[in-house]
């Protein structure tokens, strides 16, 4: 897989709980850190509800999910499972959970924005598979217990950019009595952290990624582990707060590999102008745009072509039909409708008979194709493809889908034109199409 080089994949955790405390910690003289599961719950669903400003809504559909999905309500899941905590903790004599007590992590698995930038969307995918792949596989070893609720990959950030993983684990584990019960206090700690960051880079280089690894706490010289007393690390601190912390960083990122693009982008003009032999890049940007043009509206004529000889042979077959439900119709068709519209009924031949349920069907079928006005046909947004577009028939109370899934605007109208030709094409014969859906 192609990528800058060796990446970094930082892994923040935060605390969760349905009923964060409001306390201040005695020793620290700071408030709790803990994030309600509910907001973390709406950041990271597909409603993406949030602070988070660097999300593009038109760029969610991209998420991928991986455990769960969207439309989980997660707070009643949780809830549902601390009620049955504190059921079997007061029939065996127990003090049941506090309310505020810690009951899901989120945890973010975070590649640099470096390396995912020079990534297609499809290895970008497939990175975050198998990274929650070896999260998953690192979590179950801490502690069988432990239950992934939710897991979803983020392609709508950054304008896809900064790729990544989020994860919802739901604490569920057991005391030494072998009784349900929540011990974040116990279980999210420095072991936790350690644990997972020596391992998870080992484990996706088995998988073939040229992941660093992290200096976790045990490896810090004391100056080190001051500074991260005195400035901690990111985990314990909520989505936003993280993300921004990280923005001037990517933004940096961002910096350098905008001149590294333009670097790239002199050298690449100085290739082709060598190659090419052109006087100047604006020469041989102007033939190449020309030749895509070309070949854009070769491609178009050719769709329309195949169109049009689609709807030729239906056409025909229509017709077809149309003659034979006609001859249908005139051998079957009685003597009092005969009279109705002047026609002799002591003519030798004629069948002095009411016409049958099958003419009457025929009669009412045709009469559904006789009606349309081309005026009224318009080119709007497919509601139901994304990045397509529909042909419309405009009515009274509304209106009817005509054709739809085009690629782009111009071959809608291009179908509009086909629709016009067409009804051309049979004015002779006396006939409207009909441009119901």
Same mark, same amino acid.
């Not at 391992?199 to 992941?211: D, F, Q, S």
């Given at each position: 897989?192609?990528g800058?080089?060796?990446m ?16 201040i910690?005695k ?13 973390a ?31 989980d309500?997660?707070?009643q899941?949780?809830?549902a ?21 810690v009951?899901?992590?989120?945890? *973010?698995? #975070?590649?640099?924005?470096?390396? =995912?930038? &020079?990534?297609? +969307? !499809? ?6 598979? %198998? ?31 900064s ?11 057991v ?20 644990? *997972?960051? #020596?391992?998870?880079?080992?484990? =996706?280089? &088995?998988?073939? +990624? !040229? ?6 706490? %045990? ?29 001037e ?51 178009t ?19 077809e ?28 031949g004629?069948k ?37 577009f529909?042909?419309i ?24 034109k ?15 199409m009909?441009?119901?859906?």
């Open positions: 897989m192609k800058g080089g060796i970094k994949v930082g892994i923040p955790v935060m605390k969760c709980s349905l009923n964060p405390s409001n306390t910690n020793k620290t003289g700071k408030k709790s850190q803990t994030c309600p599961v509910d907001l719950w709406q950041e990271m669903n597909d409603e993406r509800i949030g602070r988070d400003m660097d999300i593009n809504p038109d760029m969610t559909y991209r998420n991928v999910w991986m455990e769960g999905n969207s439309g309500d997660v707070v899941i949780v809830q499972k601390i009620d049955e905590i504190n059921r079997i903790k007061r029939e065996n004599g127990k003090r049941v959970l506090r309310k505020d007590a009951s899901v992590i989120e945890v *973010i698995e #975070k590649p640099n924005i470096e390396y =995912m930038s &020079e990534l297609s +969307y !499809e290895e970008k995918v497939k990175f975050l598979k %198998d990274s929650h792949e070896t999260f998953k596989q690192l979590i179950h070893e801490w502690n069988l217990n432990w239950t992934l609720l939710e897991s979803v990959q983020h392609h709508d950030e950054f304008g896809g950019l790729a990544h993983n989020h994860n919802l684990i739901l604490l569920t584990t005391d030494d009595k072998g009784l349900p019960t929540m011990n974040a206090f116990k279980e999210v700690n420095l072991k936790f952290y350690s644990y *997972i960051n #020596k391992n998870y880079p080992k484990m =996706m280089r &088995e998988r073939g +990624y !040229e992941v660093e690894d992290v200096r976790t706490y %045990d490896m810090l010289t004391d100056e080190e582990k001051m500074e991260r007393k005195l400035n901690p690390q990111q985990h314990g601190v909520d989505s936003y707060t993280y993300k921004k912390r990280k923005k960083e990517m933004e940096q990122e961002l910096e350098k590999l905008k001149i590294r693009s333009e670097q790239m982008s002199s050298q690449l003009e100085n290739t082709i102008l060598e190659i090419t032999k052109a006087p100047d890049l604006v020469s041989y940007k102007d033939i190449q745009d020309e030749n895509q043009t070309l070949k854009k509206e070769l491609s004529k050719d769709k329309i072509i195949q169109k049009l000889n689609v709807e030729k042979k239906e056409l025909k077959q229509s017709l039909k149309w003659k034979r439900q006609c001859m249908h119709i005139a051998n079957k068709i009685g003597n009092k409708m005969l009279n109705a519209i002047g026609l002799d009924t002591n003519v030798v004629i002095k008979e009411l016409p049958s349920k099958e003419v009457i069907q025929v009669i009412d079928d045709t009469s559904h194709t006789i009606q349309y006005n081309a005026n009224d046909l318009r080119v709007i947004p497919d509601s139901q493809n994304k990045g397509k529909c042909v028939l405009k009515k009274d109370n509304g209106f009817d889908v005509v054709d739809n899934n085009f690629d782009n605007r111009q071959l809608a109208e291009y179908r509009i086909e629709i016009i030709d067409l009804k051309i094409e049979i004015n002779p014969i006396k006939v409207k009909n441009m119901d859906s």
